[in-house]
């Protein structure tokens, strides 16, 4: 075990607890300042694919968000358990009529068809979840480093679709300990702020 495996640990059962603590009304404001801070962000503004998820375990929900994009004739997309390649990703398109089932997490994810897999790379923002971040854009995940794996291109080279944090505010820390395959992230967006690392 590494030496920040505890600490990363404790962490994030504590911010996880933290935003669980949220009230319905809450949780439903935070969505609606979201959809607010998505409206009027150019680099969503100027996207045509982005990938988003469905909220799970008190993450803030996009699905408000989601609806407007859709409005806007944006292409939405949603990650999936990769079923050949273990903490590995696939991205399927996601409409109003998508077939969803429930992966081993127990989160809902678009039905498996090979049609609705886009290559990542085509995409043109990651809205990525996150259980902690810090003032630097380092970013805490729950553990499996899906993201980390996704965006290792984008990090490594800066080539690939870019990655956004979302988050509640109560999800800022102080510090988050590294690691180093985790990926820092450009731009975190929360209710009442979009914070800027490049």
Not at 100 to 120: A, F
Request: charged share 20%.
């Amino acid at each position: 075990m590494h030496e920040s495996q505890p600490e990363r640990q404790s962490l994030r059962q504590l911010v996880r607890q933290r935003r669980k603590n949220l009230s319905p009304a809450e949780q439903q404001e935070a969505a609606q300042q979201l959809l607010a801070q998505f409206k009027q962000h150019p680099d969503i503004l100027a996207a045509k694919r982005i990938a988003l998820y469905l909220a799970n375990d008190g993450e803030i929900n996009p699905l408000p968000t989601i609806h407007w994009l859709w409005a806007q004739h944006k292409e939405v997309y949603l990650p999936v358990l990769h079923p050949f390649t273990p903490g590995h990703l696939l991205f399927l398109r996601y409409t109003a009529t998508s077939p969803m089932v429930r992966n081993r997490y127990g989160i809902e994810e678009p039905e498996l068809d090979i049609l609705q897999v886009v290559p990542h790379s085509t995409l043109d923002l990651i809205c990525t979840p996150l259980v902690a971040f810090d003032a630097a854009g380092n970013r805490l995940g729950m553990g499996g480093g899906y993201y980390d794996r996704t965006l290792a291109i984008w990090h490594e080279h800066k080539l690939g679709p870019k990655p956004l944090g979302i988050a509640h505010d109560c999800q800022q820390v102080d510090a988050v300990p590294q690691e180093e395959w985790d990926v820092p992230l450009p731009q975190i967006i929360t209710p009442s702020h979009c914070w800027r690392f490049e």
